[in-house]
């Protein structure tokens, strides 16, 4: 129906999350007429991104040198580690002003009938900075969903075990169940944060 290269640009917008086969129409044919400056720039920052930003060799969050900026900030309580699914859900976090902590992302949330597995996340990591000594608690900041609270509970079983003396918190209720963290608002986050309680 279009030319090849229109197809293939339709077909790779596609694959973007939430870009239905007429979003990805309507945005090719918009990349089509818009200047041939506007649509390098666009292709130049996809680019850059995947050449130049790595993960954290600490905590897993973007970083593009070997540790993140929060790893980096020696003002950042390093007795704290916020554990999230993924690298976005750091922002709203911050967003709130009310935690002055590290962070550990896992690259998801546990999933079996998906595939998802303990090995599959960056679970073994965790379980390596707590038993290293130096951590007073470990907040597990994972989704309020039902995958998200799996993952709070396996990681906070295993705590136990590993590291009787390190608190294990969860974000307190409140949270929109069922929605991922980086859609609830700083105020309801920053309430969560602070309010949490021992798991
Ligand atoms: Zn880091």
């Known amino acids: 129906m279009y030319a090849p290269p229109v197809q293939r640009l339709i077909t790779e917008l596609g694959k973007l999350p939430g870009i239905g086969q007429r979003t990805a ?25 995947k050449e130049r930003i790595g993960l954290c060799e600490v905590c897993f969050n973007l970083a593009d040198e070997p540790r993140c900026r929060i790893c980096q900030d020696e003002r950042r ?10 690298p976005g859900d750091v ?24 595939g998802v597995d303990p090995e599959d996340l960056k679970i073994a990591e965790l379980f390596a900075r707590v038993e290293a000594g130096g951590v007073r608690e470990v907040v597990l900041a994972t989704n309020p969903t039902t995958t998200g609270e799996a993952t709070a509970l396996h990681i906070a079983a295993a705590l136990r075990e590993r590291a009787p003396g390190v608190a294990v ?18 105020v309801t986050l920053g309430k969560a944060l602070a309010g949490r309680r021992a798991l």
């Open 77 to 86: 309580d390093a007795e704290l580690i916020c554990v999230v699914e993924e």
């Open 25 to 49: 129409q309507r945005l090719a044919f918009h990349l089509l007429r818009a200047d041939a400056e506007d649509a390098n720039a666009l292709a130049d920052a996809i680019r850059e991104v």
């Open 91 to 114: 922002i709203p976090i911050e967003r709130t002003h009310e935690y002055r902590g590290r962070y550990h992302v896992l690259g998801g949330a546990l999933s079996p009938i998906d």
């Open 169 to 186: 918190t969860r974000l307190a209720s409140g949270l929109p169940v069922g929605a991922d963290l980086e859609y609830a608002d700083e």
